[in-house]
């Protein structure tokens, strides 16, 4: 699976549009963003997942540049539950269910 | 469903005692991970099974873990003895085989070794 590079950390004012940025330029074809968070005290929770179109679902936007090296995860209107450490994750399609292995991810801090 | 439900929330125990996490998947999933965080090394995946067989355990620290899953209900993770450097969260987490990548975790276990 394609690395990925994101921010240590990030600071967002309460109602803002948080804006998480991720770097895969090594993607390959038939892989996957995927982006979890991790609330405090609490397991990864799934957010959202995209192959090269743009996602949008009840929790977030994914944006993905149309040479599939980097994605946005969009947070429309981060609220303090919003605070947690964010994982972008590539994967193959092909994996089936083969393990997702999480990096450091991007603890954003949302601020009232 | 209640989601991926893992006992203790909390283990408190001493060097050298055997220390047993529960695990039950969400019903109807068929792949089962185990993953322990620490926040030097971050989560790492420990072992996972599909169909109640375990196809990597690569990530197993040494001979003093072990994990069962005897039935598609139930897992444990057991270290024998523990040591204070055990000392994590551990993450149960499931998804069923025609996933999209979208898995289940639990609330972990918070596993202290005095």
């Known amino acids: 699976d394609a690395k990925t590079t994101q921010p240590p950390s990030m600071d967002c004012a309460e109602g803002r549009a948080a804006n998480l940025p991720c770097n895969h330029s090594?993607?390959?074809?038939?892989?996957?963003v995927y982006w979890y968070r991790q609330i405090h005290s609490q397991g990864p929770q799934y957010i959202i997942h995209?192959?090269?179109n743009n996602e949008t679902n009840e929790m977030a936007s994914l944006i993905i540049t149309e040479d599939r090296k980097s994605s946005t995860l969009i947070l429309p209107h981060a609220t303090l539950r919003d605070t947690a450490v964010y994982y972008c994750i590539v994967r193959a399609s092909s994996s089936g269910n083969t393990p997702l292995v999480f990096g450091k991810g991007t603890r954003l801090s949302v601020i009232a | 469903d209640a989601g991926v439900i893992q006992s203790p929330r909390h283990e408190v125990t001493e060097m050298g005692q055997e220390v047993t996490l529960r695990c039950k998947p969400i019903?109807?999933?068929?792949?089962l991970f185990w993953y322990r965080q620490t926040m030097m090394r971050g989560l790492e995946l420990l072992i996972y099974?599909?169909?109640?067989?375990?196809?990597?355990d690569s990530g197993m620290p040494e001979d003093r873990f072990s994990a069962k899953m005897p039935n598609a209900s139930f897992s444990t993770l057991k270290i024998q003895p523990s040591e204070p450097r055990d000392s994590a969260v551990y993450f149960c987490a499931s998804s069923p085989t025609q996933g999209t990548g979208k898995w289940y975790f639990g609330a972990g276990t918070r596993l202290s070794v005095l």
């Open positions: 995209g192959l090269k």
């Open positions: 019903s109807g999933h068929d792949y």
């Open positions: 090594t993607i390959s074809g038939n892989e996957y």
């Open positions: 099974f599909n169909n109640n067989v375990p196809i990597d």
